[in-house]
C-alpha cells in the first residue's frame, strides 16, 4: 500500500511512560512498605505469569541513569512516572519521608532534566499503602483521602520547584473494578457499592489535590499544570437501535463518564445519580464535599487509549440474585472481521484516537489534554531478533503510525491535543501478565542480567521526534 508523509505540529509532546511499581523494584523498601500491588503479589503470586513481579521489576531504582540515557539517545521530550506513596513515607498517618527514597526521586527527576527530558509525576499507579488498604479498606475510606492529601502536600513541598506537569493518579477505576466489580484480582470481593464508593472517593482526592496544588501556587511559580490521567474506553453500540444505543451509554456512563465529568465539569451526571439509587450503590457524598469537587476541575487530562469496546443490549435475563453490575444493561459485542492483537486479546481500531478526540472537544469544552499511553503489547519478541540481535518490531511502528495519523487528523481539526506517550519507554512487568507481553522500545532481557537493547520502534521512534514526521498509511480517512 501507499505512505504519506504526517507532520507533528511544533511542541507536540513526543515522548513514553512507565509506573514506579511496574519498573523500580524493591531496593530500599522496609517491610512496612508494601504497596498494594506488592501486598498482592505476595497474597497471589501463582496468578503472575512464571511468577515475575514488582520485586525487581526492572531495577530502575538501581539502573536509572543508564535508562534515562536510553531516553536522550532516543530524543523523548516527556517521561511519565510515578512517586510510589508507600515507599516516599514511613509513616503515613503523619506523612513522614522517606530521605533516601525522596533522594532518589530527587537524583531521578534532576538526571530527567539534565538530560532533556521533562518529568512528569503521577501521585498514584496502583501503589495506595498496603497498611492502608488492610486498615481502612484503601480508597474506601475518607481517612484515606485526607492521608492521600498530606503525602500530596510533601511531594509538592520536595519537587515542585522543578516537575511542570502533575497527576493525580493514573487509571483511577481500575484497581476496584477488578478487585470489587468483577473479583477478578485479590482478595477478590464482590461489592459493586464499595466499588462506587472507591470511584467517588478518588474523585474527591483528585479535587482536593487541585485545592492543594492552587494553594501552593505551582502554577504562578513555574507554571506547573495538574491533571488527573483516565483511562476511557471509546465505546460503540452495535447498532443504531435504540437499545444499543441505551447500552454503550450506560457502559459509558459507569466507567467514563464516572471520572471524565467531575475532573472537567467539576459534577457527576444526573443520569448516574438515578441509577445508583435504583440499584442501591449510590457512595456517600457531603454537599461540601461535592462542592469541592465543582471548584477544583483539572487543568489538563491525561487519557490511556488502547483499543475500543463494544457492546449491545443484553439478550439474557440477568441472574437477580448476584449483585448489581453494569452488565444488567448490556452485553460486549464481538465485531465480526475485527483486527486483533493476537497475543493482548485487544482489537486493533486505530479511529478510537479521533472519536474521543472529537468527544473532547464537543462534550468537554476542548480541555487541554493529551495521550497518556497507547502501545502495543507482543509475546516473545525475541523471535523477530535480527542477525544484530535487534527486535525488528514493525508491528509496533504500524501500530504508532496508524494511531498517531488519527490523532493528529483532530488536531488539524483543531482539537486540543498537546501531544502522545507511547506505553511504555521499556518493556516492564504489568498485572498477572508480567512480562508475558513486551510493549517497551527497549528490551529488557530477563535472561541477561535485565540488560537493555533498543527495538527497531526506538529508531523510528527518534527519527520521528528528531524529523517531527513519519510515514502513515494512505488509507484515505479525510474522505
Known amino acids: 500500500m501507499q505512505t504519506k508523509t504526517i507532520k507533528v505540529p511544533d511542541k507536540f509532546m513526543i515522548g513514553a511512560a512507565i509506573s514506579a511499581w ?5 531496593t530500599g523498601k522496609k517491610d512496612t512498605q508494601d504497596s498494594y500491588l506488592d501486598l498482592w503479589y505476595k497474597n497471589n503470586k501463582n496468578v503472575w505469569h512464571n511468577g515475575y513481579g514488582p520485586a525487581v521489576a526492572t531495577d530502575f531504582r538501581n539502573r536509572y541513569k543508564e535508562d534515562i540515557g536510553y531516553m536522550k539517545e532516543i530524543g523523548l521530550t516527556h517521561f511519565r512516572t510515578s512517586i510510589n506513596w508507600s515507599r516516599f513515607l514511613t509513616d503515613y498517618e503523619n506523612a513522614v519521608v522517606d530521605e533516601e527514597y525522596a533522594s532518589y526521586i530527587d537524583d531521578m527527576i534532576n538526571e530527567l532534566i539534565a538530560n532533556g527530558v521533562e518529568p512528569m509525576i503521577c501521585l498514584e499507579h496502583y501503589e495506595v499503602p498496603a497498611v492502608l488498604f488492610e486498615e481502612y479498606g484503601g480508597w474506601g475510606s475518607k481517612h484515606v ?3 492521600f492529601v ?4 510533601k511531594v509538592f513541598e520536595r519537587y515542585g520547584d522543578r516537575v511542570k506537569h502533575w497527576f493525580t493518579f493514573n487509571e483511577p477505576v481500575v484497581v476496584q473494578t477488578r478487585v470489587y466489580l468483577d473479583a477478578i484480582r485479590w482478595p477478590f470481593e464482590q461489592n459493586t457499592k464499595k466499588w462506587m464508593q472507591w470511584n467517588y472517593n478518588k474523585g474527591l482526592a483528585t479535587a482536593k489535590i487541585v485545592q492543594l496544588f492552587k494553594e501552593k501556587g505551582l502554577k504562578e511559580k513555574n507554571g506547573a499544570k495538574i491533571g488527573v490521567i483516565i483511562n476511557p474506553e471509546v ?3 452495535r447498532s443504531t437501535a435504540e437499545h444499543d444505543q441505551e447500552a454503550a451509554r450506560i457502559y459509558d456512563l459507569f466507567f467514563n463518564r464516572v471520572f471524565l465529568d467531575p475532573s472537567i465539569h467539576g459534577v457527576y451526571p444526573q443520569e448516574l445519580f438515578d441509577l445508583m439509587d435504583k440499584h442501591d450503590i449510590r457512595f456517600e457524598s457531603t454537599e461540601e464535599e461535592l462542592q469541592i469537587i465543582k471548584e477544583n476541575t483539572v487543568d489538563y ?5 488502547y483499543f475500543p469496546h463494544r457492546v449491545k443490549a443484553r439478550s439474557t435475563a440477568w441472574n437477580e440474585r448476584t449483585p448489581f453490575h453494569p452488565e444488567y444493561y448490556y452485553e460486549k459485542f464481538d465485531l465480526p472481521g475485527k483486527k486483533m492483537n493476537p497475543y493482548r486479546g485487544w482489537e486493533i481500531y486505530p479511529q478510537i484516537m479521533y472519536d474521543m478526540a472529537v468527544r473532547m472537544k464537543e ?12 502501545g502495543m503489547g507482543v509475546e516473545n519478541e525475541k523471535r523477530f531478533k535480527n542477525n544484530e540481535n535487534v527486535i525488528q518490531d514493525d508491528y509496533r511502528i504500524e501500530f504508532i503510525s496508524e494511531h498517531l495519523k488519527w490523532l493528529l487528523k483532530a488536531v488539524e481539526e483543531g482539537v486540543n491535543c498537546t501531544g502522545y506517550m507511547l506505553w511504555a519507554f521499556s518493556d516492564n512487568v504489568s498485572p498477572m501478565n508480567a512480562f508475558k507481553n513486551r510493549y517497551g522500545l527497549v528490551e529488557i532481557d530477563l535472561e541477561d542480567n535485565r540488560n537493555r537493547t533498543l527495538k527497531k520502534s526506538a529508531y523510528w521512534y527518534k527519527q520521528l521526534i528528531e524529523t517531527g514526521q513519519f510515514e502513515a498509511l494512505d488509507d484515505d480517512i479525510n474522505k
Not at 150 to 153: I, L
Not at 301 to 305: F, Q, R, T
Request: no cysteine.
Open 150 to 153: 498530606k503525602y500530596a502536600e
Open 145 to 147: 483521602v485526607e492521608l
Open 235 to 237: 465505546t460503540y453500540a
Open 363 to 374: 462534550e468537554y469544552g476542548n480541555i487541554e489534554w493529551f495521550i497518556a499511553e497507547n
Open 301 to 305: 487530562v491525561g487519557l490511556n487509549l
Open 22 to 26: 511496574q519498573s523500580e523494584g524493591w
